[in-house]
């Protein structure tokens, strides 16, 4: 019987192709504990069948000749979910239903990745106008709708 002798720098521990498309494609916008979050909620494993950790993302980005996020190179054009729920004075969850409800637009580099927001964005009049809305839904209300609730 023979077997093919892996080469040199070879062995079975190799990470995912998935994994390393998605740390492209993030890695110039988010930080590595970003990306690691991300990666966790894919469900990606390293090549050990471990979960990821900004150490482990950082070591295979220089593995991989793979640049970095600078925060100090953040120009303000796109925004994290917090950094939008910062500006326009709410939490997190808001923001999100925001964006589920379509009012506010917003992009992910994969699914499940963090929510890329620009700045723009958020001076549209209908998130303005769902953010002023405290009681109520994020929701059009269409013109002669009637309450079922009394206003007695």
């Known amino acids: ?3 093919a002798k ?29 990306i690691a979050a991300s990666l966790n909620r894919m469900g990606i494993q390293t090549g050990q069948g471990k979960t990821w950790n900004a150490h482990r993302v950082s070591s295979l980005r220089r593995v991989h000749d793979i640049r970095a996020y600078l925060s100090a190179h953040k120009d303000g ?19 999100r239903s925001l964006i589920k409800a379509g009012f506010l637009a917003a992009t992910q580099v994969v699914p499940r990745a963090p929510f890329q927001i ?9 998130v303005i106008d769902a953010v002023a809305r405290t009681g109520a839904p994020c929701q059009e209300v269409a013109e002669g709708q009637m309450s079922i609730f009394s206003t007695t």
């Open 1 to 3: 019987m023979r077997v």
């Open 77 to 95: 054009q796109w925004l994290t979910m917090s950094e939008a729920a910062a500006q326009l004075g709410v939490n997190n969850h808001r923001v």
């Open 118 to 126: 620009q700045a723009s964005a958020l001076l549209d009049l209908r």
């Open 6 to 34: 892996p080469r040199s720098g070879e062995h079975g521990c190799r990470t995912p192709d998935e994994a390393l498309a998605v740390i492209r494609s993030m890695a110039s916008k988010w930080t590595d504990e970003h």
